[in-house]
């Protein structure tokens, strides 16, 4: 490797240790602890927790392309606090809608590609 490939990789690790970091945070998505006992059902835990992290950092990417960037922790409160209802109109109509946003909600709303679903008004 040459010295700036060298470099430029030693600024990426930041980046690697935030993703572990998030992995052993109880709050996050922690890959601990394993509690099936057999080989395919850790695995199976395994592949679970890497997809939602994969997830977790696709929603970070879009947010920030939308130049919406927050910490992990302000993030996973703010979408924990967006509520979906279903509205039964009779028996042949529903409806999905989202509750009340905060203005920092309404700004993901759309980021997120769910827009269809924001509260009018």
Known sequence: ????????LFRKRGRIERTFRLAEDPAGIPFRPVHPWTD???RGFAFICVLALLIWRVIQWKL?????AMSDRVLRKELADIREVILVWG????????T???SIQRDLIPALG???LA???
């Open 100 to 102: 009340a946003c905060s």
């Open 1 to 8: 490797m040459t010295a700036e490939e060298m470099v430029t």
């Open 119 to 121: 509260p009018s008004g």
């Open 114 to 116: 769910i827009a269809h």
């Open 64 to 68: 920030k392309s939308a130049g919406l």
């Open 91 to 98: 028996r042949q109509k529903a409806e999905c809608r989202l």
């Open 40 to 42: 395919s059902k850790i």
